[in-house]
């Protein structure tokens, strides 16, 4: 069957996922094959998979090895369930976890994606605070422009308008709170305790006795990888621990090895009290996603005479062959120091990306850090003109995607809150491959200046 055929039966029977029907009216790519950084096409040509899939293809395309876990899995027990008893690739795959969270993370709960595990950690927050006599703990506090899902619960702690609108009303009892954009790394006292009093006069206005818990990213996505100051992570640990509030850190993009480190601890310093991770934890491989928690509280909850069970479950949480393919991706990860790779060329990235902001033009700013990265356009530097709501449009629609095609070189564009360029690849991308990321981002910026006038 040729390309055309199979982009006639997509069109037909294959409901695409956050696609407008005009892209889905394109010659959309159909990939065949991966291999390391690239995507091959129908047609043979290689793409450069800049954005890792979706976050996610941390060790890359085409493992023979994370292939061959998944295939021995099948044949040995394709499933067995968690649910009131246990098989050894989940016990494997939890054990190892807990060997690299920080702190006295130690306990994990599986599911299948990342909202799901927002969805995990809203439910274990709720019967938490119930099992300790704390009922009335049902709200929830989260970021301007962060996304934490699809599911409705996920969806509700989310905070982009745009892809709320269409489902509300949505779960009651979440509040969003200023995130750290314009915030720096060296910003000083008083701006972080700015950003933390709003916060805090959130809680108070809602009334801490009723905060079960409180949504971050190490580094939000949303608005476009924002990299938080020094001392705001703390600051938010400090301000759960006054008020009684679970600190949940969203790592369903941060978490293993996105930022160069296991868990977002390597760059907050700070140990929460569930972690929400998906995404690289089978580099895509498999669907998992999964709620790391504090021991003390699964204990405390299990313990409790309201307690005794967390009730919650899924059919497919840590499926056999999900959690074999995840201890064989992160034991590979771990051997061939996939992480150091990414802490030895993240700031030679990082750099990089930053002189493109003084070759031009269009280029407003430079957000991230590890493999996580966020160009946030405008139409004229110099003259500090930003983009219309046309001239975004055009960029988003047109532009881009046609500078993905042109160039082999896949990554993003992004509308929530400015028009920015995500760039997120794998973690095994080695110097080579940046460098030709590099120059199709170049390029990219130069078909923007192009299309859009001074």
């Excluded at 998979?49 to 293809?57: E, R, S, Y």
Aim: net charge negative; hydrophobic share 40%.
């Amino acid at each position: 069957m040729d390309v055309t055929q199979l982009r006639a039966q997509a069109r037909r029977h294959l409901g695409p996922h956050f696609t407008r029907k005009d892209t889905w009216a394109s010659d959309f790519p159909v990939f065949v094959r991966g291999e390391g950084s690239y995507l091959i096409d129908t047609e043979g040509r290689r793409h450069l998979d800049g954005l890792a899939g979706l976050f996610c293809v941390n060790m890359g395309h085409g493992r023979a090895d994370i292939a061959k876990a998944a295939a021995d899995q099948v044949g040995t027990l394709a499933y067995a369930s968690n649910w009131g008893s246990a098989h050894t690739p989940a016990i494997e795959a939890a054990t190892l976890l807990a060997g690299l969270a920080p702190g006295d993370l130690g306990t994990t709960f599986f599911v299948n994606s990342g909202s799901e595990a927002v969805e995990t950690a809203l439910k274990f927050a709720r019967q938490y605070h119930r099992s300790q006599g704390q009922p009335e703990r049902t709200k929830i506090i989260s970021r301007d422009m962060a996304y934490h899902g699809t599911t409705i619960g996920a969806l509700s702690v989310t905070g982009l308008a745009k892809i709320k609108e269409p489902f509300g009303p949505l779960m009651p009892g979440v509040r969003h709170v200023p995130n750290t954009l314009g915030l720096l790394g060296d910003c000083g006292p008083a701006a972080e305790l700015d950003c933390v009093t709003a916060i805090e006069r959130v809680i108070l206005e809602e009334g801490p006795e009723t905060i079960a818990a409180l949504f971050a990213e190490p580094v939000q996505n949303g608005r476009g990888a924002l990299v938080p100051p020094k001392g705001y992570w703390p600051a938010l640990r400090a301000l759960c621990d006054k008020y009684g509030i679970l600190l949940v850190s969203d790592e369903v993009i941060c978490s293993f090895g996105r930022l160069g480190h296991w868990f977002g601890h390597g760059v907050t310093g700070v140990v929460p009290d569930l972690v929400t991770f998906a995404k690289g934890s089978t580099s895509g491989y498999a669907p998992l996603g999964g709620v790391i928690v504090r021991e003390k509280l699964v204990t405390e909850l299990y313990d409790s005479p309201k307690g005794g069970v967390f009730t919650h479950g899924a059919t497919w949480g840590g499926h056999p062959v999900a959690t074999a393919v995840a201890v064989a991706n992160l034991t590979a990860m771990r051997d061939e120091k996939v992480l150091d790779n990414v802490l030895t060329e993240g700031p030679e990235l990082f750099a990089a990306l930053n002189s493109l902001k003084s070759a031009h033009r269009c280029v407003k700013d430079v957000r991230g850090t590890g493999f996580f990265y966020a160009i946030e356009l405008m139409a004229d530097s110099d003259s500090g003109r930003e983009l219309t709501d046309e001239e975004s449009l055009k960029v988003l629609r047109e532009v881009l995607p046609e500078a993905f095609r042109r160039t082999g070189v896949i990554l993003r564009g992004d509308d929530r809150g400015a028009t920015m360029l995500m760039i997120s690849p794998p973690l095994v991308a080695d110097h080579a491959v940046l460098t030709e990321l590099l120059h199709g981002v170049d390029a990219m910026l130069n078909d923007v200046e192009k299309a859009v006038q001074p």
